[in-house]
């Protein structure tokens, strides 16, 4: 039974933050069951981050990265069964998978690197000029310009 609850009243005084909103509920409806395969997010730091997924079986052909909208989707594609070997325990998963992260604002993809089994996924925030913060002056000499 999932229970249904809004977050709007949390937003009442804010502007702009719709997309946090969504990202609360969108991990609020997300399938238990579905942490195949494992991952980590890590900060490394102010601006850096990295993830980090176990994809043991995989090389580098098996996998697919892509960003759009916003949106990086890290998937892997089932792998041949190769017939010549018979498994008497097969306890290394290698089924398809598909996950997704929804990137904030300014994050850029650095680079990616499959080394011992684990996908590595750098990422930067790279904040333009044009996106930081701006000091305002009070009583400046400079005239707001507002049309009504």
């Known amino acids: 039974m999932t229970t249904a609850f809004s977050l709007a009243p949390l937003f009442r005084s804010s502007v702009g933050f719709d997309r ?11 399938e238990p069951g579905s942490t195949y395969p494992p991952y980590n997010v890590e900060k490394h730091g102010d601006d850096q981050y990295r993830i980090v997924v176990a994809a043991a079986g995989f090389q580098e052909e098996d996998l697919d990265l892509q960003v759009e ?57 790279i904040v333009p000029e044009e996106a930081k913060a701006k000091r305002i002056p009070i009583n400046g000499t400079q005239k707001p310009a507002l049309q009504h």
């Open 20 to 30: 946090f909103n969504d990202l609360f509920e969108t991990a609020l409806r997300n």
């Open 69 to 125: 909208k916003g949106v990086l989707t890290i998937s892997g594609g089932k792998r041949e069964a190769n017939e010549s070997v018979t498994f008497l325990h097969q306890g290394i998963a290698q089924r398809a998978f598909k996950l997704s992260f929804r990137l904030a604002d300014h994050i850029e993809i650095k680079a990616a690197d499959l080394r011992n089994g684990l996908l590595s996924i750098d990422l930067v925030r």
